[in-house]
């Protein structure tokens, strides 16, 4: 065993092949000790390592439930917080490549968050009034900013149950850090455009009247998924002109206009569920991220669907690709060496907090 934590640079100008010789190695040495979770977003040469697949929250209840002593997150810094805080005491978190962020996280950061609240208490009373809810796309001091609010936690497939809970308590919902997931879950449980407005958070008062603020329903946050905001309308009525018969199912991440164009809208599970039960011969196209769906793709042609790739222009989750073989072989052989390097540790408050936000979401069937 080295005394030393074995350093990255080492690894970089390794080829793929080697990282998956080494990589099996150590998952071999280190057994039911080490668990790899690998986002439904993930590089194929990342993801094929992975011991559970899957989103986000579905893979730290996978790890918290393991007898795993190291949980390695092959996805982005939320997603190891997350499974940081649901995981046991004795479990360590663990990100291969802590630059692997996510965009849509970073446009809601609690000093921006606190500042909504304050301001918003200029013109209601938003303790009494509003329920904070964030997806889980989102740091853990928001997590636990909603906990200390009275608020609660959401991912893609459960918004709509979330909203409701939410709507049961206090009769306004300030939604971050996604603004599209907000719209078009509300618009489906009936409530006006004009009724969800949108806090812009380089503006005063979010850029609203205090009459905007009194009559809405949803406070949007101006936060939107990079890859999710590439998909347009005028991509299904391009595609449909050649292909009529195809099926278009899109994430709640993307637009309003797409999603109003789309015959079925899902969080990624639901998309791979959707289109694995589809009749063969069927044709989809699909506005989520590429790696996902190139797997589709690959899953569903010896049934004969075509599945599809929305937009016509390349793009994957570009933080999820920073997270490759290198840094998963670099990760694991350190463990095998007694060296935990790139954990994830959220402070005991905030953890406590977010976890306070996230049961209250767990409570919920």
């Known amino acids: ?103 849509m996280a970073d446009m809601a950061n609690v000093i921006k968050v606190n500042k909504c609240w304050k301001e918003l208490s200029t013109v209601l009373d938003p303790d009494s009034m509003v329920t904070p809810v964030t997806y889980i796309n989102s740091a853990a001091d928001l997590k636990a900013f909603c906990g200390e609010h009275g608020g609660i936690v959401c991912t893609s497939s459960n918004a709509q149950k979330i909203l409701e809970w939410s709507f049961a308590r206090r009769e306004k919902v300030l939604f971050f850090p996604d603004q599209h997931l907000g719209r078009n879950t509300g618009y489906r449980m009936g409530i006006p455009l004009e009724e969800m407005v949108t806090w812009d958070f380089d503006k005063p008062m979010g850029g609203l009247t205090e009459e905007q603020i009194r009559n809405a329903k949803i406070i949007l946050w101006k936060g939107f998924c990079s890859v999710h905001q590439m998909f347009k309308p005028e991509h299904i009525d391009r595609f449909l002109e050649k292909h009529p018969e195809t099926h278009v199912i899109s994430h709640p991440e993307a637009s309003f206009e797409v999603c109003q164009k789309s015959e079925y809208i899902g969080s990624t599970e639901a998309i791979l569920k959707i289109v694995r039960e589809a009749e063969p011969g069927t044709r989809w196209l699909v506005a989520t991220e590429l790696n996902l769906v190139n797997r589709l793709h690959d899953e569903c042609k010896d049934q004969g669907k075509n599945v599809h790739f929305m937009s016509p222009t390349v793009c994957m989750c570009s933080t999820m690709f920073r997270t490759d073989p290198q840094h998963l072989a670099w990760v694991l052989e350190n463990l095998v060496q007694g060296h935990v390097v790139n954990r994830i540790s959220v402070p005991e408050r905030e953890s406590v907090l977010a976890k306070k936000a996230l049961d209250n979401m767990l409570s919920i069937h």
């Open 1 to 103: 065993m080295s005394a030393t934590a074995l350093p990255i640079q080492d690894y970089a100008l390794l080829d793929d092949e080697e990282c998956d010789a080494r990589i099996a190695a150590a998952k071999e040495k280190l057994g039911s000790r080490c668990v790899i979770l690998g986002h439904h977003y993930q590089r194929d040469e990342v993801f094929k390592h992975a011991d559970y697949s899957g989103d986000s929250l579905k893979l730290s209840r996978n790890a918290a439930a393991s007898e795993a002593e190291y949980i390695v997150f092959c996805g982005v810094h939320f997603m190891a917080e997350v499974a940081d805080i649901l995981s046991r005491p004795d479990q360590i978190s663990i990100l291969p490549d802590l630059a692997a962020g996510c965009s």
